[in-house]
């Protein structure tokens, strides 16, 4: 009943931008903290940008910031990521994943996955190719 479903992967060449959409159904997102992560071949998961509950703290990964941006639209039980002049070292599967704001210090500590998110979604590949 618990789900959260990643949208809007693709294929895009250096430089364009994507969309990535998580939705969630069979609970409501209000009280969750939500983190986008990425893993590429060969490397270990990795956190990219996490929001709190509100949306009013959030966090990048250093190589991600001034082109990646979180938001979340809580009324449509969404959240998203907006990824702009994207690089080929940007290629990997994006997984959203949600854990509740209460078990968490800070969206510092949720990207760093500790403690690790309790609900993940499938994956969604992005290759960004030259």
């Known amino acids: 009943q618990l789900q959260l479903v990643e949208s809007g992967g693709g294929l895009v060449q250096p430089g364009g931008s994507l969309r990535l959409s998580c939705a969630a159904s069979?609970?409501?997102?209000?009280?969750?903290?939500i983190g986008w992560f990425r893993q590429a071949p060969g490397k270990e998961r990795e956190g990219v940008s996490c929001?709190?509950?509100?949306?009013?703290?959030?966090t990048y990964a250093d190589s991600v910031k001034g082109r990646f941006t979180i938001s979340r639209d809580n009324v449509k039980n969404t959240v998203y990521l907006q990824m702009n002049s994207l690089k080929p070292e940007d290629t990997a599967v994006y997984y959203c994943?949600?854990?509740?704001?209460?078990?968490?210090?800070?969206?510092?500590?949720?990207?760093?996955?500790?403690?690790?998110?309790?609900?993940w979604g499938q994956g969604t590949q992005v290759t960004v190719s030259s």
């Open positions: 994943a949600a854990e509740v704001q209460i078990r968490i210090t800070t969206v510092q500590a949720m990207c760093n996955m500790k403690p690790r998110p309790d609900y």
């Open positions: 069979g609970f409501s997102l209000d009280y969750y903290a």
């Open positions: 929001i709190s509950d509100s949306g009013g703290s959030t």
